[in-house]
């Protein structure tokens, strides 16, 4: 698989990471975890060399899983992980950020992933009660320690990058960005684009909606994640069916799969994106992997975007508890 750069940072990374969140939390009970080993490490074979993780997820499990699968070939990967969550007070709700947290966070991450430096290290939210340059010299601190090499922040606003960035160069940016959540295109990605920073989309594939595999009569566990997100209630499925419609007809026509022109047309959007699709399905990692080599031109693009911006996609991406979350400024 092609590489590519995040930003001027020098980190290089495969065009298509793996999110790997949802083999432990998120979308229903964890799945096998010899299996996910497996599939961790058929990515690697397959060229991936970007993987995600977060010490919320699980909470804790996840770091161990991906830690124990990329342990034998540490040396030819990026591990990303992410703080910022409480997972002491057993309600993995608030953020926090405070600094020396922060470096406990980090030191029992280390641990669990098996390494002794965390290639990529993310502020999972912005937490509005610390400042976010007490956020960066604690990171930057870990950097001029060895045990992270480079900070990244997850659904920042571009004023809060900026701030960031002067006290400690962000290396990437991860936040949600599909074909039916293009926000980032307003503000973020001209920051991003200005200041040298990668980005990382996050949920490439709508949660799964834009596979084409879920529809208004798909039933989600209560465990899963989708559903208390209003943007997944049955009416708004059956009104955002039009989207996956479009993406359909249009991946019909160059015959490959829907989830690969989403794949596809995010790659096309920047030199320095690298989405992060997750999967616990060896069919479908090896389905996104072939969305790298899917070649859109600028008239494929520009049908495909003229046809989704006619559609208004609904309901919120997140429930309203989560959604104070997530920082404008």
Not at 201 to 227: H, M, Q, V, Y
């Given at each position: ?66 830690g ?36 406990r ?53 571009a ?42 989309p ?21 465990d ?18 039009a ?10 026509q ?76």
């Amino acid at each position: 698989m092609k590489k590519r750069k995040l930003g001027k940072s020098g980190l290089e990374v495969s065009a298509l990471g793996l999110g790997c969140m949802s083999m432990s939390f998120g979308y229903g009970p964890p799945a096998d975890k010899q299996e996910m080993i497996s599939l961790i490490r058929k990515a690697v074979e397959l060229g991936v060399t970007f993987f995600d993780t977060a010490e919320v997820y699980g909470p804790f499990t996840n770091e161990e899983l991906v830690g124990e699968a990329l342990a034998p070939v540490r040396s030819q990967v990026v591990i990303a992980t992410k703080f910022g969550f409480d997972c002491d007070s057993g309600k993995q709700g608030g953020v926090t950020s405070e600094p020396a947290r922060i470096k406990r966070v980090v030191e029992a991450s280390l641990k669990r992933l098996k390494v002794e430096t965390i290639d990529l290290l993310y502020q999972h939210r912005v937490d509005p009660n610390v400042p976010i340059e007490d956020v960066a010299g604690t990171v930057k601190e870990l950097v001029q320690q060895g045990k992270v090499k480079h900070f990244g922040l997850s659904e920042a606003g571009a004023q809060t990058i900026r701030r960031a960035h002067a006290v400690l160069p962000v290396a990437a940016l991860q936040s949600e960005y599909s074909l039916w959540w293009r926000e980032p295109e307003a503000e973020i990605l001209p920051t991003l684009e200005e200041l040298g920073i990668g980005f990382v989309p996050f949920s490439p594939l709508g949660k799964g909606f834009l596979t084409g595999a879920i529809n208004e009569n798909t039933k989600f566990a209560s465990d899963d994640f989708r559903a208390k997100v209003p943007r997944f209630s049955e009416a708004n499925r059956k009104a955002n069916q039009a989207l996956v419609d479009v993406i359909g007809q249009f991946a019909a026509q160059k015959k490959v799969t829907p989830a690969q022109v989403a794949l596809a047309w995010l790659l096309a959007q920047k030199p320095w994106i690298a989405p992060i699709p997750g999967t616990t399905k060896l069919h479908r990692l090896q389905e996104n992997i072939g969305a790298a080599s899917v070649q859109l031109a600028p008239t494929d693009l520009h049908e495909l975007e003229s046809a989704a911006s006619k559609i208004a996609v609904q309901g919120a991406r997140y429930p309203e508890h989560l959604q104070k979350l997530v920082v404008k400024s």
